[in-house]
């Protein structure tokens, strides 16, 4: 397995955000994690992402764990995008996609900006402040961001929340294309059920912490006897 995560558990404050989780995600796969607001879906992205330290379990990626080794060499071949994670605002979209790109030193870097424009219809407002843009053209930069260093793992918390569904299509359509054409895993966080059933190989639901079910969209809507995932999503978020 490419990612696994075995008996994560994260505690704020005697609160339990993550209740001993373990899945495996295969090479050149996309998953959806699901789960209503507070499951524990970002707190299991920010683990493994780095951000935020395991009370208890491994991350093992690459068959390099996360917690015991280096970890440059791990997050160099990781990056992300979330709308509620913002870019610095004063600055403008080439500078910001610039300083990413440094960071994760990236070469031939201008050529990449240009290139991950012209995917991206970026052009036009590459050099506007990021804080003088609109959601849609912000979620676009977001994406950029996130694919500046041609990830080998790809983290999407949302990536298209609050879109109109014309932006929203568009960012999905990116996705499954940018997915065909090169070798990347991605873990997907969605409320988007029809983006979800477009996008994913596998879902994993999850509520107050825990993973509830799993499968292919197809299984897991047959096994409650729903007739879509968002039926289903509804039956197991309130049940």
Not at 51 to 69: A, T, V, Y
Not at 143 to 163: C, G, Q, R, V
């Amino acid at each position: 397995m490419f990612i696994q995560v075995k008996n994560l558990t994260k505690t704020f404050n005697n609160n339990l955000a993550v209740n001993d989780i373990s899945f495996d995600i295969k090479k050149n796969q996309t998953v959806g994690l699901l789960g209503p607001n507070g499951c524990g879906k970002t707190t299991s992205i920010g683990m493994m992402l780095g951000l935020i330290k395991p009370s208890r379990g491994e991350i093992i990626i690459d068959n390099k764990n996360l917690n015991k080794e280096r970890r440059d060499g791990i997050l160099s071949k990781i990056n992300f995008a979330s709308p509620y994670i913002e870019l610095p605002k004063k600055l403008t979209v080439k500078q910001n996609l610039e300083i990413y790109g440094r960071l994760y030193s990236v070469k031939n870097l201008s050529e990449r900006i240009n290139e991950l424009s012209n995917e991206l219809d970026l052009k036009q407002f590459l050099k506007k402040k990021t804080g003088e843009l609109s959601s849609g053209q912000k979620n676009r930069v977001s994406l950029a961001k996130s694919l500046i260093n041609k990830p080998e793992i790809l983290f999407l918390d949302e990536p298209t929340a609050s879109l109109d569904p014309d932006v929203g299509d568009y960012i999905r359509g990116y996705i499954q294309s940018y997915k065909l054409k090169n070798q990347v895993t991605i873990l997907l966080a969605s409320h988007n059920m029809n983006e979800v059933e477009r996008l994913c190989d596998n879902i994993i639901m999850m509520k107050k912490g825990k993973i509830i079910d799993r499968g292919t969209c197809a299984q897991i809507i047959k096994k409650h006897g729903r007739s879509n995932l968002e039926e289903t999503f509804l039956k197991l978020a309130r049940g």
